[in-house]
Structures are given as structure tokens and as C-alpha cells.
């Protein structure tokens, strides 16, 4: 891996080739030019500096997506410390205990974040940053304080003649070096810190640049909408189009349907990234409901305007999504098959990617000119792939995978890290799937979920469950194991409930008839035993998926 150049050079290109355009938006907010970031993560470094903070250092960052949470992550790493991102909807003992345990010494953290954080819970911080406008919330350093307060003066002292491109000289880091750590969402209910080295992050952006960034103009638009502290929105949504010299928006208010469509409009993204439940949500609330009449089936059924009526139906979805993008990337957890089976029915530019936090996260993706239905591409640029099987491509086994992208190891966690990392560093992902002979990966579910039948057959809940899905009033559903009985937890769709006027005895009848509709089309020893109807949503991690472990 010695070839692999510094990361922060990217950074670097990436400014000075396009000082003078468009960075950094937040949503119908405040836009920042490339030498504007580049201005404010040099004020950021003055500040790093009397706060006595060393390369290899610590520093976190808690708050919603915005061009300040990409700045102070940018400033951190081209600094030489080690950024520590941390997701917003974690509660302030969560965030407490991860800023303590990875020995964070900066705090940057939004508006939304700062009222759940208690300083004196954190008491190894030299200072507290404020997002919004980089105001010191809390300082235990006289000379933080008083770089803050002569910010302007010291930056001017430093360029008297102005600050420009050519100014810039920032750390060069090594491939091997520690430049994050990503503490995961915790479906099993416990966070790790995932150690990330530069050359993770450059494995990424180096293929995301080979494989997608060739197809897309020179200032692409992107909008982002996945938590940045989450490896998948801060990888294919950040890092990638920054160091591409894209035009990035950010949403800085909780993506609600109604929001991510109104900006899918306005902004015209040209790569649309997104979580399953986003998609199934815009195509089964916009999408469906001008389609799923009589004369649109009739239609679809004649050959000769059929090939019309589809391209006329994929021209709706594709204008859902702002009309302009390459292609639609999900990740995170499976598309549900009767969405895909839609999609790539009317020829809809729609792909499959597979990744996890400790390889930042991609393991595998398909250009969807090559996407196999059901899969979820193929091993990306710098990994190796392989299925813990005698038959891959008709047993399934654990997915394991090695190459750059791969962590160094889990922080203060060497046991964790010695199961997850073998000696000739292998991965081992936790996830089972096939794989076929031309490289295609298909997942089945997760190891852990994972349930055993009566007579010790294996039971994927996911299989399950994304038939159920797509079944009247579900919202979505979970399969959980009683005793020899599997039962299936749904959370209804409650907005059509109340359009129908539906009683709570219409909806358990409805849902009787969903068991033994979903009962006809599985196997004796996967056959649920009832349906329970849930009075709320699951909870769920930040990329959308369901805290599987509060409902054993």
C-alpha cells in the first residue's frame, strides 16, 4: 500500500483548483466558496494550535449535517489530528461517553446537540465549539480564549498580504495513519470505535472517482441527506463529491418526506444517495398512487405502448428525484424487492451497494448498467471478497473481505478487534450471503439475527419481513422468535389507516389475511404464527434500521 498518496492532498486539489467556485450550501441558507473553506479551516488551525493540540489528537464533532460540521471535519484532518464524528441523535450520555472514551480534546457541536451536553461530564476537553459560527460555548484554556477573541488579528498577522491558494500547506499524512474514529450505530446495542486510517478514506474516494465520477459533469450538484457522521453519508456524499470539486447542499433540518422531495426539485442533485425506507417511501407515497390504476395496468399490458407507458412511468419517478441524477445508490440495508422488481422494470437507473463502517464503507457496488436484481454489486477497487463456504454460489456463508479499506482495529478494544480481524486481515462482516461465479454478492441476512427453525432449519427474518412490507397497511414489520414460533411485529401504515376510516378490528382482520396470504408463500418452518400490531414505530438506528435487540 505504499503507492497510496497522502488523502489530504485531495483536500488540497480540491480547493485550489476550484477557489473561486461554489463548496459548501446548507439548504436556502449560507453558500461557501472553496477559498472560503479553506479561510476557515486555517482560522480553525490557529485555534487547534493555542488550544496545544498535537497531531494524533482527538477531536469530535456532534451535530446536523452543514458546511461548518464539513469544515471543522476538514480542518481536523488536514491539522494531522484524528476526527472523532458523532451522530446527533445519540443522547448526551452517549455523546459524553464518546467523547471520554476516544479522549477527545475539541468539542464542535450544533445548535441541536449543545442543549443536551453537559461540560462537566466531558472534563478532559479543552474547549467546546459552538457549529453555527465557531463561538467558544466552553473554554478551559486561556490561550483558546484568547486566540478566539483575536482570531481576526492573528490570521491577518499571519497573511498580511492576504491569504491565498498558494498559502496552503497542510499535514501529509501517512497511509497507515489514524486519521478517525467512527463509533457505530449500535443495532446489537453496543457502540465501537472504529479506527479508520487515511488510506481508507483514499480507497473510497479513489474508486467513487474511477466508477461514478467519470459519468458525471465536472461541477455536479449533490445533495446530502444522510447523517455525515454515519460512514456511508460522510463517504459517497461528502468526501467524494468535495474532493471532486462538486457543489455540495446540505439538509440541515430533519429530512422529512415532504423536505427531501421539495429539495430533490430545487436542488437537481446528479447522484441521488439514499437509505432504502427513503426511496420505498417517495415511490410508494408519490410515485404509485398515479400509477396503480386500471387504465395504467391495461395499458402496461398491451406490447405495442407498453415500452411507451413504461418510459413515460420511470420519466415520473426519475423527476421525484430532481430529474438530473446518473443514477440512484442504495445502501444500508436491502431495497425492498417488490420496489426494486418496479424500478428495474421501467428501466429506472437504480443500484445496490454493500458496505460497513469498518471499511468506510465500501465492500461491494455495481454501476446499474451491470446490476443483478437482488444483489448488491460486485467487490470494489482494493477489496477482496469471499463467502466462509464450500458452495458460495448456492450455500450460504459469512461475507469476509480484506484490502485497504479495511480498519485498524476497534479503539481501547483489542478482543472485539482480534474477532473481527484475522491474522491474514480478513474482515469477518457478520453478514451471510452467496455469492455468484462472475463476483455478484447476494446477502441473506445477518449472522446474529439469524433464527433457527423447529427442526434446526436457518430462518432469515429479512426474507421475510420484505415480503410483508409490501403487504396492505404495513408499514413496516420485524420477525421475532417465541419459543418453536416465529411472530411478526408490524408497525401499520397509519396514514392510509385513517384514509380508509379502518377500526382496530378491520386492521387485526386485515392483518389475519396478510399472515395466511404471506403463509402460502413460505416454507412449513418459516411460516409466522401470528402478526402483532405495534401502537408505535420501531426505533431505529440513525441509517434507518431497526434496534433489532429491544424486541427479543
Not at 461475507?399 to 482495529?409: A, E, F, H, Q, S
Not at 378490528?505 to 403463509?519: C, H, I, K, P, S
Request: with cysteine; glycine share 6%.
Amino acid at each position: 500500500m505504499s503507492n497510496i498518496p497522502s488523502f489530504n492532498s485531495y483536500i488540497e486539489k480540491a480547493i485550489t483548483e476550484n477557489w473561486l467556485l461554489d463548496a459548501l450550501t446548507d439548504y436556502k441558507s449560507i453558500t461557501l466558496q472553496y477559498h472560503d473553506v479553506a479561510r476557515k479551516i486555517e482560522k480553525l488551525h490557529i485555534m487547534m494550535e493555542a488550544a496545544g493540540i498535537q497531531p494524533g489528537d482527538k477531536i469530535a464533532v456532534c451535530g446536523r449535517n452543514s458546511a461548518h460540521w464539513a469544515v471543522a471535519f476538514l480542518a481536523t484532518l488536514t491539522y494531522g489530528a484524528v476526527i472523532v464524528p458523532i451522530l446527533h441523535e445519540f443522547n448526551g450520555e452517549q455523546i459524553h461517553n464518546i467523547v471520554n472514551h476516544s479522549d477527545s480534546k475539541l468539542l464542535f457541536v450544533g445548535d441541536y446537540v449543545v442543549k443536551n451536553i453537559q461540560p462537566e461530564e466531558m472534563p478532559h476537553l479543552e474547549g467546546i465549539f459552538n457549529l453555527p459560527d465557531f463561538s467558544l460555548h466552553t473554554s478551559r484554556n486561556e490561550q483558546l480564549t484568547n486566540a478566539r477573541e483575536r482570531l481576526n488579528e492573528l490570521f491577518g498577522c499571519k497573511y498580511p498580504k492576504s491569504f491565498r491558494k498558494e498559502d496552503i500547506h497542510w499535514h501529509k499524512d501517512q497511509p497507515e495513519e489514524l486519521c478517525m474514529i467512527n463509533y457505530t450505530s449500535g443495532t446489537t446495542g453496543f457502540s465501537k470505535g472504529v479506527m479508520l486510517p487515511y488510506r481508507s478514506l483514499w480507497g473510497n474516494v479513489d474508486f467513487c472517482q474511477k466508477g461514478l465520477g467519470i459519468y458525471m459533469p465536472k461541477y455536479s450538484n449533490t445533495l446530502s441527506i444522510l447523517p455525515m457522521a454515519h460512514m456511508y453519508g460522510m463517504a459517497i456524499e461528502f468526501l467524494f463529491p468535495f474532493c471532486s470539486g462538486y457543489h455540495l447542499h446540505f439538509l440541515t433540518r430533519l429530512p422529512s418526506p415532504a423536505i427531501i422531495a421539495e429539495a430533490f426539485k430545487e436542488v437537481k442533485p446528479d447522484v441521488v444517495v439514499a437509505v432504502p425506507l427513503i426511496i420505498e417511501k417517495i415511490i410508494r407515497k408519490r410515485v404509485f398512487p398515479k400509477i396503480q390504476n386500471n387504465a395504467i395496468r391495461m395499458l402496461l399490458k398491451m406490447p405495442v405502448v407498453s415500452k411507451k407507458v413504461k418510459q413515460h412511468i420511470c420519466e415520473e419517478v426519475y423527476a421525484a428525484f430532481g430529474g438530473r441524477a446518473y443514477e440512484v445508490i442504495v445502501g444500508g440495508a436491502p431495497l425492498n424487492q417488490e420496489i426494486e422488481q418496479f424500478l428495474k422494470s421501467i428501466d429506472f437507473p437504480i443500484t445496490v451497494g454493500y458496505g460497513t463502517t469498518e471499511c468506510a464503507p465500501l465492500i461491494s457496488f455495481s454501476d446499474y448498467h451491470h446490476f443483478v436484481p437482488s444483489s448488491c454489486g460486485t467487490a470494489v477497487e482494493h477489496m477482496e471478497v469471499k463467502i466462509l463456504s464450500p458452495d458460495p454460489a448456492n450455500q450460504e456463508g459469512e461475507i469476509v473481505c480484506r484490502g485497504t479499506n479495511v480498519m485498524l482495529g476497534y479503539y481501547k478494544n483489542e478482543k472485539a478487534t482480534q474477532e473481527a480481524l484475522n491474522e491474514d486481515g480478513w474482515y469477518h462482516t457478520g453478514d451471510l450471503g452467496t455469492m455468484s461465479e462472475d463476483g455478484h454478492i447476494f446477502i441473506r441476512g445477518r449472522l446474529k439475527n439469524m433464527l433457527l427453525g423447529a427442526n434446526g432449519q436457518n430462518v432469515y427474518p429479512e426474507e421475510i419481513e420484505d415480503k410483508l412490507n409490501s403487504m396492505a397497511m404495513v408499514s413496516e414489520s420485524l420477525v421475532v422468535q417465541r419459543g418453536n414460533h416465529l411472530v411478526a411485529l408490524v408497525y401499520p401504515d397509519l396514514e392510509e389507516v385513517h384514509d380508509m376510516q379502518l377500526t382496530k378490528e378491520d386492521l387485526v382482520n386485515l392483518m389475519e389475511q396478510n399472515r395466511q396470504e404471506l403463509n402460502g408463500q413460505l416454507p412449513v418452518y418459516s411460516k409466522l404464527q401470528a402478526i402483532e400490531i405495534q401502537e408505535e414505530e420501531f426505533q431505529k438506528t440513525p441509517k434507518r434500521s431497526i434496534k433489532r435487540y429491544l424486541y427479543k
